[in-house]
Nanobody, 122 residues
Framework: QVQLVESGGGLVQAGGSLRLSCAAS????????MGWYRQAPGKQRELVAA???????NLADSVKGRFTISRDNAKNTVSLQMNSLKPEDTAVYYC????????????????WGRGTQVTVSS
């Protein structure tokens, strides 16, 4: 079984910064892309940022220039540095990982963390 555990959420004033981290544990071969999604009350879950195993990144337009995603393949971790936070960034942030279980198979499974709350006050 694969577990994703997030940390680093909290309450911050507008303009402030937070850093989210996510660690994957369990028995698996490797992780393809990892990412962060968020879900605000009454809204659908949306992609915030994603990063491939090779380091290519994809960020939502709403966070470009403010958020940075990074990962450590050796430690199976992904982080999201969030700067210049806005009240509209308030949401539960979820870690996501596409996990491979064998080197000879292209199949993979996606896993989700339980989420961490980020609240930005105005």
């Amino acid at each position: 079984q694969v577990q994703l555990v997030e940390s680093g959420g909290g309450l911050v004033q507008a303009g402030g910064s937070l850093r989210l981290s996510c660690a994957a544990s369990g028995r698996f071969f490797s992780i393809n892309d990892m990412g962060w999604y968020r879900q605000a009350p009454g809204k659908q879950r949306e992609l915030v940022a994603a990063i491939t195993s090779g380091g290519s990144t994809n960020l939502a337009d709403s966070v470009k220039g403010r958020f940075t995603i990074s990962r450590d393949n050796a430690k199976n971790t992904v982080s999201l540095q969030m700067n210049s936070l806005k009240p509209e960034d308030t949401a539960v942030y979820y870690c996501n990982a596409d996990v491979k279980f064998a080197s000879w198979s292209g199949s993979s499974l996606r896993y989700w963390g339980r989420g961490t709350q980020v609240t930005v006050s105005s």
